[in-house]
């Protein structure tokens, strides 16, 4: 009786270690976890081990892209010849995330703008400029572009801005969360909005 009742406890201590020994066992434990974590702690890990600042921007700039999940709109700007372009692959989206890939084929820095337009009617061949670039207004954290009479005709979505240094040679990702509407893509670096260097875009 009495070795019947030690066989069974050893029985249970036995199914119970068995039954939880794979599940605390530390390495299985650390490689789930690493796993789960790895695409939100790529950014950081990968800005931290590497020395090389154009390594880090592109790193940087895929680990953001991945984590918005949206299409990616490659966007060719150029300034040779008599105009400058800024040429998307595409015109249209599907409304939500999306990662525009402006890459500068030109030989002078550029960037690019995206603004939703908020007046449906205006003529983007003539919009308002002053000392050679589209007015730019600060309101409220947002920034707006402005016709002649001061309306706000377009708000700021995003901005690869001068420090992504969308240098020649060079390729930014600007991440843009686009509600359906119209689009202004342009870059407003002075005079090159004159030069041609703007497109119209959708989202649907
Ligand atoms: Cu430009």
């Known amino acids: 009786m009495r070795t019947a009742l030690i066989m069974t406890l050893c029985l249970i201590v036995a199914l119970t270690a068995f039954a939880c020994g794979p599940a605390e066992e530390p390495t299985s434990g650390e490689g789930e976890m690493a796993e789960e974590h790895s695409s939100e702690e790529h950014e950081t890990?990968?800005?931290?081990?590497?020395?090389?600042?154009?390594?880090?921007?592109?790193?940087?700039?895929?680990?953001?892209?991945?984590?918005?999940?949206?299409?990616?709109?490659?966007?060719?700007?150029t300034d040779q010849g008599e105009m400058y372009t800024m040429v998307p692959e595409?015109?249209?989206?599907?409304?939500?995330?999306?990662?525009?890939?402006?890459?500068?084929?030109?030989?002078?820095?550029?960037?690019l703008i995206v603004v939703k337009l908020?007046?449906?009617n205006v003529d983007l061949t003539a919009l308002h400029v002053v000392d050679t670039q589209l007015v730019e207004v600060e309101s409220g954290g947002v920034?707006?572009?402005?016709?002649?009479?001061?309306?706000?005709?377009?708000?700021?979505?995003?901005?690869t801005g001068h420090d992504a240094?969308?240098?020649a040679g060079h390729t930014v990702e600007l991440n843009a969360?686009?509600?359906?509407?119209?689009?202004?893509?342009?870059?407003?670096i002075e005079t090159h909005y004159q030069l041609g260097m703007w497109t119209e875009f959708e989202a649907t």
Do not use: K, W
């Not at 390594?55 to 299409?71: C, I, N, R, V």
């Open 165 to 167: 240094h969308l240098t």
């Open 45 to 77: 890990a990968e800005t931290e081990s590497s020395g090389n600042e154009h390594e880090d921007h592109g790193s940087m700039t895929m680990s953001s892209s991945g984590s918005m999940g949206g299409e990616r709109i490659h966007v060719s700007m």
């Open 90 to 111: 595409a015109h249209s989206v599907h409304a939500g995330p999306v990662t525009f890939v402006a890459e500068n084929e030109g030989l002078i820095e550029h960037e």
């Open 177 to 188: 969360d686009l509600t359906a509407g119209h689009y202004l893509l342009v870059c407003n």
């Open 143 to 159: 920034t707006y572009i402005a016709d002649a009479a001061g309306r706000h005709i377009g708000q700021v979505i995003a901005a």
């Open 118 to 120: 908020l007046d449906m």
